[in-house]
């Protein structure tokens, strides 16, 4: 039997402790969500639901037409997240492994893109996708894509784990005939997946949530996406707190399925470019 530390047993008290504030809302989200008025009306609130109070997850879809808002979100999250992970993996490859004037210039100019914040820009991308008549109808959709098709946080990532490959490996495919489309494709995207499914996770994540973006630019109500239509259960139904937390709940389902099956990605993909 290992030896108890009282250290040890400090760290795990402590970690316990903060993880209750970062839990909490989720478990109040979907706990709320099959909460009756009553439990919820009460003060101070129920933490437990006194009996099971299904109505509420029926009421949203009678509400508002969440199934099109998930195609909507599911579209555009899709599209965003297929779209940075090939701009990220060849951009990668290229800072990478190819001989470029000024690389690191302009690896550098890259990255400083990361620290314009997004309200400085959505103005001018405003005005360039309304301009081109991509915020109504079916071309929608595209608008909402376009302004997130590249990442240099995806890029910087895949960069340093594509670094992380032995030289003599890349000689012998080089030595087997292989040009940069083929080794890159089937040498170093196969041997990446961690690092790549990390990426695909985190964009999906952002894209799934966006908010501003799509609430300025949508005009038709067809084509809102899951985070704007929820917000309607608010405004429709101020006095119902239970039917806006089963509308939130409902929208947690699919990140909370992307962070559980895709944690370990996540992890062994942001530490495979930490040490060289």
Not at 52 to 61: A, E, G
Not at 64 to 84: C, D, E, K, M, W
Request: glycine share 8%.
């Amino acid at each position: 039997m290992k030896k108890f530390r009282f250290g040890q047993a400090a760290v795990y008290v402590v970690l316990g402790l903060a993880l209750i504030p970062v839990l909490f809302p989720i478990y109040y989200g979907f706990v709320g969500a099959v909460m009756g008025p009553g439990d919820l009306a009460t003060y101070p609130p129920a933490l437990v639901p006194h009996e099971l109070y299904w109505q509420n997850i029926t009421d949203v879809f009678r509400s508002v037409p969440l199934g099109r808002f998930y195609v909507n979100s599911a579209v555009q999250a899709g599209a965003i997240t297929v779209a940075q992970i090939v701009t990220s993996i060849l951009a990668a490859y290229a800072f990478a492994f190819l001989r470029l004037p000024a690389k690191a210039a302009t690896f550098a100019l890259f990255l400083a893109t990361l620290m314009v914040p997004w309200e400085a820009i959505i103005i001018p991308n405003y005005l360039a996708i309304s301009g081109w008549g991509l915020a109504r109808g079916g071309l929608t959709y595209l608008g909402l894509v376009l302004p997130f098709l590249a990442s240099a946080f995806g890029t910087f990532l895949l960069r340093q784990a594509f670094l992380q490959f032995p030289t003599e490996l890349r000689d012998a495919a080089v030595i087997d005939g292989c040009g940069h489309w083929r080794l890159l494709w089937r040498v170093i995207v196969p041997l990446s997946k961690p690092s790549i499914a990390a990426v695909g996770v985190y964009v999906f994540l952002s894209a799934w949530n966006q908010y501003f973006w799509p609430l300025i630019l949508i005009r038709d109500s067809e084509y809102q996406t899951l985070q704007i239509g929820i917000s309607q259960l608010n405004d429709a139904e101020a006095a119902q707190p239970g039917l806006v937390l089963a509308g939130v709940a409902l929208s947690l389902l699919p990140t909370l399925a992307v962070v559980l099956f895709g944690q370990r990605y996540i992890v062994r993909g942001l530490t495979a470019g930490a040490l060289r």
